[in-house]
């Protein structure tokens, strides 16, 4: 809410870790929640009310939304809702993307120094709020000179209007030319990426921003952590069974659904059955001439194979937040009982998991050259 409205609860973190934002000194959670497809899209009025309090209630503080989610109306949605729970501005924190505007003319997207500056002023007016703790480049603008986009984002920031810049699907090649046009006249780099991150989508986090990670301690807002919802299962049969992401929203998703009739998506659907049983555990009947049956019980971690996707990608030390997604406010609880999963990833589990997933990417040539001592600065 703005400054001065009327404080109506306070914020306990529960037990929700809180880490910093890329190299920045912004803590948040390690789970947050985002805006896309739900909030203000499928889901509006009183539920996106429940849907936050509850996340709040449980130690999340960190609310991702964007100018082009449900044509800012997410924005609307969300600012409402922290003005009528009563949230102080100091106890959370609210993230917003620019580049898709809501307009069509030439000037309404991208990340001009024009739309950067009348976009932003464009949330903070549908949000309700005098400032937003980071924005995005949602997407990287070709046509616009990188200098004028990292001018533009300080601009921002020096009239207060944001705490701090991040981007969005950019490329390692992109991100550094920033830092680099930054550095070079002494304004605010990019903290943070918000990249798609899952035991699927591996290369360019794990791979393609290693760099970025040593260099400046970039950090990661983690979306689609869950695959859009492949990692829980819900779609083993190689159908999107009604009232999932996969049929609600089934233009966007066609691609997605038709590979699960193909060897690309069978293969994952058995990778996450595997992962299941990782997760939960699995019984084993034998049969043999000594003993007419024997049932064979190899313990899992003690839960679902969803909150055992959300620990693995929280637990990879480059990942700040993982952003949720939630349609009702059931999801939300649950998704957070990966939190008592995250310290159960031993190397032994962690090890098994890379045996199933078989994509690990592959570390840099070295072109013969014997390891360092792993005892020293590497």
Not at 46 to 63: E, L, Q, R
Not at 278 to 283: H, L, T
Request: net charge neutral.
């Amino acid at each position: 809410m703005a400054s001065g409205a009327a404080v109506k609860v306070e914020f306990d973190p529960k037990n929700m870790p809180f880490r910093r934002l890329g190299p920045s000194g912004l803590r948040v959670p390690v789970f947050s929640l985002g805006g896309w497809l739900t909030l203000g899209g499928t889901v509006i009025g009183d539920p996106v009310k429940d849907i936050i309090k509850v996340a709040f209630d449980n130690g999340i503080n960190m609310f991702d939304t964007a100018e082009a989610y449900a044509k800012g109306k997410s924005e609307l949605e969300m600012g409402r809702v922290i003005k009528e729970l009563g949230l102080r501005r100091t106890d959370i924190i609210i993230t917003t993307k620019l580049f898709w505007g809501l307009r069509a003319g030439p000037n309404d997207g991208g990340l001009s120094r024009k739309h950067i500056i009348e976009g932003t002023k464009e949330c903070l007016e549908r949000l309700g709020l005098d400032y937003v703790d980071v924005i995005f480049a949602h997407r990287p603008d070709v046509s616009v000179p990188m200098e004028e986009t990292v001018r533009a984002f300080n601009w921002v920031i020096e009239k207060g209007w944001a705490f701090y810049w991040a981007t969005s699907e950019w490329s390692a090649y992109e991100i550094e030319e920033a830092q680099h046009i930054a550095t070079k006249l002494g304004l605010h780099g990019p903290i943070a990426e918000q990249c798609q991150h899952n035991m699927f989508h591996r290369e360019r986090p794990e791979k393609e921003y290693r760099p970025l990670y040593k260099k400046y301690q970039l950090g990661t807002t983690v979306f689609s952590a869950l695959a859009s919802g492949l990692l829980t299962g819900k779609y083993n049969s190689g159908v999107a069974p009604e009232g999932t992401r996969f049929s609600t929203h089934a233009n966007f998703f066609k691609g997605t659904v038709d590979s699960l009739q193909k060897e690309e998506g069978l293969t994952k659907i058995r990778k996450v059955n595997e992962l299941s049983a990782v997760a939960e555990g699995v019984y084993f009947l034998i049969f043999s001439e000594a003993i007419a049956r024997t049932d064979i019980y190899l313990s899992g971690l003690g839960c679902t194979v969803t909150h055992l996707a959300l620990a693995w990608v929280a637990k990879n030390p480059n990942t700040s937040t993982v952003i949720l997604g939630a349609s009702k406010p059931e999801q939300v609880l649950d998704n957070l009982k990966a939190l008592d999963v995250i310290p159960k990833l031993t190397p032994e589990i962690m090890d098994k998991i890379e045996t199933i997933l078989e994509n690990e990417p592959a570390a840099p040539p070295t072109f013969g050259r014997s390891a360092l001592d792993p005892n020293g600065r590497q």
